[in-house]
């Protein structure tokens, strides 16, 4: 069964620091999203592509922020610098067509110290 | 956009059936009602969708309230792998809002 790659699993970066998380959707899937999952809360949308053009990330801080989904395959979501709040699970989505279910990856766990 | 409401956590015994609710007043004619659930230190996992009409799979049964306003996710019999955070979401186009979820507890 096809997946949503994610690297790295699990990250710790000290505060102020850059820290970058990559995602391979499905093949073939247009939609990619990226999520945060702060602990015992529901994800929270960041940013959603569709190919290589973001059409959502009003939930996105982008002073700090930055996705992206060069040639509408794979995306870099990154952080510079990190602060303590940032530590939380960044889940990567795909999707096809509309009216089809989401497939997320396992998620990338990050704590900031 | 208002989320769903779901109950914060429900028990069940192992071997029964969940009849997890959810309530989306808010919804329009063209959202989707998707079901998702999350075990510990994982990623969501697909479990069921629908539109209109009642839907099986091999997962559960979602059945849709006849004015859409509401849905009932189904678990025919529980596991203990059934143990998770389950999450209504009310999609609007190709959008996923989640809310709170469920926890859905299984006991031996």
């Known amino acids: 069964e096809a997946e949503v790659a994610q690297s790295p699993r699990y990250k710790i970066t000290e505060k102020s620091q850059a820290v970058a998380f990559w995602c391979d959707p499905i093949?073939?899937?247009?939609?990619l999203y990226w999520y945060r999952q702060i602990l015992g809360q529901g994800p929270e949308l960041l940013v959603q592509?569709?190919?290589?053009?973001?059409?959502?990330d009003s939930q996105l801080p982008k002073d700090r922020f930055s996705a992206e989904r060069l040639k509408g395959v794979d995306s870099t979501l990154k952080i510079q610098p990190a602060e303590l709040g940032d530590s939380a699970m960044y889940l990567c989505?795909?999707?096809?067509?509309?009216?089809?279910?989401?497939?997320f990856g396992s998620g990338t766990r990050l704590t900031v110290v | 956009d208002a989320k769903t409401t779901q109950p914060n956590s429900m028990e069940s015994n192992e071997e029964e059936p969940v009849h997890l609710p959810c309530n989306h007043s808010?919804?329009?004619?063209?959202?989707?009602i998707h079901w998702y659930r999350q075990l510990p230190s994982q990623g969501p996992e697909y479990v069921i969708h629908?539109?209109?009409s009642n839907v099986n799979n091999r997962m559960a049964s979602l059945a849709i309230a006849e004015d859409r306003k509401s849905s009932t996710l189904i678990l025919h019999r529980a596991t203990l792998r059934d143990a998770a955070v389950y999450y209504c979401?009310?999609?609007?186009?190709?959008?996923?809002?989640f809310g709170g979820g469920t926890r859905v507890l299984v006991k031996p």
């Open positions: 093949s073939g899937h247009a939609t």
């Open positions: 629908g539109l209109t």
């Open positions: 989505a795909s999707s096809g067509a509309i009216g089809y279910g989401y497939t």
């Open positions: 808010t919804i329009s004619g063209t959202d989707y």
């Open positions: 592509f569709q190919d290589e053009s973001v059409v959502d």
């Open positions: 979401i009310k999609a609007a186009g190709n959008k996923l809002t």
